[in-house]
């Protein structure tokens, strides 16, 4: 499922820079017994099966021996995953390992090893490992370097608890909509004031939740 997402476009590109570095660790390696099981049935009983903690144990542990890491467990019962925690992450200098679970996820004592559990949201998805991609997508974005504009992460949705201001290109007039007249003003000032202007509104609008946590902070930032 890595493959290809590590090796296309500007991730691709931090890979082979080495900015980015993906190890894929296939904790069935510490499987037990001839077939190396890594799950079992849950005990009362239920559907499916359940992952053991000795073989993902065993890895991070493994993991452990090497360098001190930052250990995450990938479930849908975690702290839901937003820019705010990407940032954060990105933050981290020591190694981070992602565990993504499968069949109906994990024992529970396998919580007690890890530092943090992420979701990517309140749904249920087959594996972790879509929600894994998302999480590095998100952090190597941050990482000096990995997208060409720097600049265009302090203005982008949720770096400021506002969503960006609305975007145009050409051409200057398609289906009878225009492109405002500010934008192709040349007055920077007046085109600053309408960017935040238009974020501001869109996110009133469309995101009334964010739009309160940013009136919040400007209200505490001014006293
Ligand atoms: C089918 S799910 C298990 C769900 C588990 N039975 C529950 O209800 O909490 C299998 C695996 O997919 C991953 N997963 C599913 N949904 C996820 C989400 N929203 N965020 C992060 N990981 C998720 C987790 O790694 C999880 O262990």
Redo the contacts with the bound molecule.
């Keep these: 499922m890595f493959a290809s997402f590590l090796a296309e476009g500007l991730i691709g590109k931090a890979v082979d820079e080495k900015k980015l570095i993906v190890d894929l660790i296939d904790f069935r390696k510490n499987g037990i017994g001839k077939h190396n099981k890594v799950d079992s049935p849950p005990y009362g009983g239920g559907a499916?099966m359940v992952?053991r903690p000795e073989p993902i144990f065993n890895a991070l542990e493994a993991l452990d021996e090497k360098a001190s890491v930052h250990k995450i467990?990938?479930?849908?019962?975690?702290k839901s995953f937003n820019q705010q925690k990407a940032i954060e992450l990105s933050r981290i200098t020591k190694p981070i390992a992602m565990?993504?679970?499968?069949?109906?996820?994990?024992d529970e004592r396998i919580r007690s090893f890890v530092d943090e559990e992420?979701?990517?949201?309140?749904?249920?998805?087959?594996?972790?490992e879509i929600?894994a991609m998302a999480i590095i997508e998100s952090v190597a974005r941050l990482i000096p370097g990995v997208i060409g504009n720097q600049e265009s992460l302090t203005q982008e949705s949720f770096s400021r608890d506002l969503l960006e201001y609305s975007q145009y290109t050409r051409p200057l007039e398609f289906n009878g909509m225009r492109v405002p007249d500010v934008l192709t003003s040349g007055n920077h000032q007046e085109i600053a004031k309408w960017r935040l202007k238009d974020a501001e509104r869109k996110t009133r609008n469309k995101r009334g939740d964010l739009y309160d946590r940013y009136l919040k902070r400007s209200v505490s930032s001014d006293t």
Excluded at 73 to 78: D, H, K, T
Excluded at 99 to 106: A, P
Excluded at 118 to 128: A, H, K, Q, T, W
Aim: hydrophobic share 45%; glycine share 24%; net charge negative.
């Design positions: 499916g992952l467990l990938i479930s849908p019962q975690g565990t993504c679970g499968r069949f109906e996820g994990f992420i979701s990517l949201g309140d749904f249920v998805m087959m594996g972790g929600a």
